[in-house]
């Protein structure tokens, strides 16, 4: 179980090449990049900010639960701080199991996890000022599955 919350880029391709080589044993591995993106063509850049500690330990609380919840052989988050433009990786999961189906339900219940209740706080930048993002109802509704 490997954990990084970061301010500098990363490779996904690169990430996700070492966490294959350590999986031997499993049938599955299932990865997803999550990116800027810019729905309204205004957005300059997409500012995170954390607690340092508080992150880390709710991040790897529910990452435990996963790997038991699923019987992973392996987990990995990568989510970043910080100033991030429009197309940079902000944060990236990927999961390893003996099925598919378990390595497909952790991934997702690790990105809905991060999605919604991992404390972060968003601002998006414009070039007419600065907003915090709201959390979106959808992304709540999609904890209700697990």
């Known amino acids: 179980m490997r954990l990084s919350v970061q301010q500098t ?3 996904p391709a690169a990430e996700l090449a070492a966490f294959s080589v350590a999986q031997s044993t499993v049938g599955a591995e299932v990865s997803f990049t999550g990116r800027v993106r810019d729905d309204t063509g205004t957005l300059v850049a997409l ?3 954390h607690y340092p500690g508080m992150t880390e330990a709710a991040i790897s609380a529910i990452m435990a639960e996963a790997v038991t919840r699923w019987q992973l ?3 990995l988050v990568i989510h970043r701080h910080g ?3 429009t197309g940079e990786a902000i944060m ?5 199991a003996r099925h598919r189906a ?3 339900a952790a991934a997702e219940y690790l990105m809905d996890y991060l999605k919604s209740r991992a404390p972060f706080w968003k601002r998006e930048i414009t070039d007419t000022g600065s907003t915090w993002v709201e959390a979106k109802a959808t992304d709540e509704d999609a904890l209700t599955r697990w």
Do not use: H, K
């Open 92 to 96: 990236m999961v990927a999961t390893a």
């Open 102 to 104: 378990e390595a497909f």
């Open 9 to 11: 880029a990363f490779d």
């Open 73 to 75: 052989a392996e987990c």
């Open 83 to 85: 100033r991030l433009a």
């Open 47 to 49: 500012e995170i900010e």
